[in-house]
């Protein structure tokens, strides 16, 4: 099993670009997790997906953030246009059922200057 | 709502000495409680859990219990070693809350030879 799966690995992008971060999350996991995390915030939740349906978008900070799973093994996340306060690293999760453990993947790591 | 209150770090320790890391939560339900670990540049992964009332998880030397009369998983170990040093998460998911997974602020912790 090769895990959840997270490209690229580093970006580095100029304030008002377009970012895509991308995402295959384990085969036959059902819900699928995006986090930031950052020095002053901790890991936040940004939205999760169950079945490839958005069920909680709240944490996304603003409009500039969209996010997407068309299908059960890729989800995108995207910000336009990228700010330097989005500069974080991004981590994608997945799982199998509710009580069961959640699998990161090995994040990105995101500078927008 | 469900939340995660756990200690805040950093945490410095010697070698060999004893551990603990306090978690407290919130939830309506019953949840599945999980301590994650992070190595520098690395995804979250899971350390242990447990899933009911009175279970102890344990993995590493690590272990933690379900304690639903003071709502705690505290993270202990009897003698840590260097390679111990991360940053340890507590969470939680519930099922009465759309299975959603909930995170701690994470602890830092260091161990010195």
């Known amino acids: 099993d090769a895990g959840v799966i997270q490209s690229p690995r580093h970006e580095v992008t100029e304030m008002g670009q377009e970012v895509t971060l991308r995402c295959k999350p384990i085969?036959?996991?059902?819900?699928l997790f995006w986090y930031r995390q950052t020095m002053m915030r901790g890991l936040e939740l940004l939205i999760y997906?169950?079945?490839?349906?958005?069920?909680?978008d709240s944490g996304m900070p603003e409009d500039r953030f969209s996010a997407k799973m068309p299908n059960a093994s890729f989800s995108t996340l995207k910000i336009q246009p990228s700010e330097p306060r989005d500069s974080a690293v991004y981590f994608c999760?997945?799982?199998?059922?509710?009580?069961?453990?959640?699998?990161f993947g090995s994040g990105t790591q995101l500078s927008v200057l | 709502g469900d939340s995660v209150t756990q200690m805040e770090g950093p945490v410095t320790l010697s070698e060999e000495a004893f551990l603990t890391i306090n978690c407290t939560y919130t939830?309506?339900?019953?949840?599945?409680l999980f301590w994650y670990v992070q190595y520098p540049g690395e995804g979250l992964q899971l350390l242990l859990k447990?899933?009911?009332?009175?279970d102890k998880g344990s993995n590493k030397g690590f272990e933690a219990t379900y304690r639903k009369e003071t709502t705690s998983f505290h993270l202990e170990k009897g003698s840590v070693q260097v390679s111990d040093s991360a940053v340890y998460f507590c969470?939680?998911?519930?099922?009465?809350?759309?299975?959603?997974?909930?995170f701690g602020t994470g602890t830092s912790l260091t161990v010195i030879p």
């Open positions: 999760a997945s799982r199998r059922s509710y009580n069961e453990k959640l699998f």
């Open positions: 085969s036959g996991h059902n819900s």
């Open positions: 997906f169950n079945n490839n349906v958005p069920i909680d």
């Open positions: 939830a309506t339900g019953y949840p599945s």
């Open positions: 447990a899933t009911k009332a009175d």
């Open positions: 969470a939680l998911s519930d099922l009465n809350t759309g299975n959603q997974f909930y």
